[in-house]
């Protein structure tokens, strides 16, 4: 059985290194490679952290209901492919996919059933730091993603787990943990149970 898991957050919160951390660690779980029209950053690969794509492909497979979900933020799209959800039913794993607000929120909508984890910086200020560390981004974007994350933060109660990334060790063990206790809960290993309760059946003799 599949777990589909939704990670998301506002921009600069980490999710990223937080899922690339659990993937280092967990090789029963996949991960989902988003496909996006913006240009790779710094060490990022075609085919690893995202399908990079030009703005007409895109379009042509958001035209042919390719994708699980997309979106547009801050002038690139992104989307989900439905394929990976198969290949990971095929191969018996989890799925975790790293997804900005918008597409999280087409995903729930759509898969009423996976898991969803919003992930968050400990305060404004601490975001802000973190956005500028990445020098990616223009004053104005940085500004403009900082008034986006309190709108964000502010529907935090549709997820199912609120993760504080305030520490980043201590924050992995928590998604870890979702993940584990997930996994428990759904996957409820009947036929292991089966087998104990058989241990507990006596035969009874039977009367004369």
Not at 25 to 54: C, L, W
Not at 180 to 208: C, G, H, Y
Request: proline letters at 3%.
């Amino acid at each position: 059985m599949t777990t589909v898991f939704i990670v998301s957050a506002p921009s600069g919160s980490g999710k990223s290194t937080l899922v690339s951390r659990l993937l280092a660690r967990d090789p029963k779980i996949m991960f989902s490679v988003s496909y996006t029209t913006r240009a790779p950053r710094g060490a990022e690969v075609q085919g690893g952290n995202y399908h990079y794509i030009s703005r007409e492909l895109f379009e042509e497979m958001v035209a042919g209901g390719e994708f699980l979900e997309w979106a547009e933020v801050f002038g690139n799209c992104y989307g989900t492919h439905r394929s990976v959800l198969e290949r990971a039913r095929a191969e018996g794993k989890d799925l975790i996919l790293d997804i900005d607000v918008q597409g999280a929120r087409q995903l729930m909508e759509r898969l009423p059933e996976a898991v969803s984890v919003f992930v968050l910086a400990p305060s404004r200020a601490v975001l802000e730091q973190r956005l500028r560390a990445r020098s990616e981004d223009s004053e104005p974007v940085i500004r403009r993603r900082l008034q986006e994350a309190a709108e964000e933060i502010r529907n935090y109660r549709m997820y199912d787990y609120v993760l504080v990334n305030d520490h980043l060790d201590r924050a992995v063990e928590l998604l870890a943990a979702i993940v584990s206790a997930e996994r428990l809960r759904r996957n409820r290993v009947e036929a292991q149970v089966q087998s104990i309760l058989a241990t507990f059946e006596v035969s009874v003799p039977a009367k004369d």
